[in-house]
Nanobody, 121 residues
Framework: QVQLVESGGGLVQAGGSLRLSCAAS????????MGWYRQAPGKQRELVAT???????NYADSVKGRFTISRDNAKNAVNLQMNSLKPEDTAVYYC???????????????WGQGTQVTVSS
């Protein structure tokens, strides 16, 4: 079983910054890609940023240059530093991990409970 604990959401004015963190855990479980997705009211969930175990990153065009994803493999943690926030960044942000057990294979995707980010204009 994989547990994901998210933290760091909140309310911020446009132009401000927030940092999201997600700690993943599970006995004998390792993680391939880790990332963040978001879902605004009335919209579909969308990718924000992902990072592989080797450190390769991928960002949505809308956040490039403003958001930075990072990862601590020793702690199985993934972070999202969000700068120059805009009202359109308002959404529930979800941590996502691709989990596996060495020698047994993939366990699939797991999602966090979500953390609200609200950017006021």
């Amino acid at each position: 079983q994989v547990q994901l604990v998210e933290s760091g959401g909140g309310l911020v004015q446009a132009g401000g910054s927030l940092r999201l963190s997600c700690a993943a855990s599970g006995r004998m479980i390792s993680f391939n890609a880790m990332g963040w997705y978001r879902q605004a009211p009335g919209k579909q969930r969308e990718l924000v940023a992902t990072i592989t175990s080797g450190g390769s990153t991928n960002y949505a065009d809308s956040v490039k240059g403003r958001f930075t994803i990072s990862r601590d493999n020793a702690k199985n943690a993934v972070n999202l530093q969000m700068n120059s926030l805009k009202p359109e960044d308002t959404a529930v942000y979800y941590c996502n991990v691709d989990a596996y057990i060495r020698g047994l294979g993939s366990l699939g995707d797991y999602w966090g409970q979500g953390t609200q980010v609200t950017v006021s204009s």
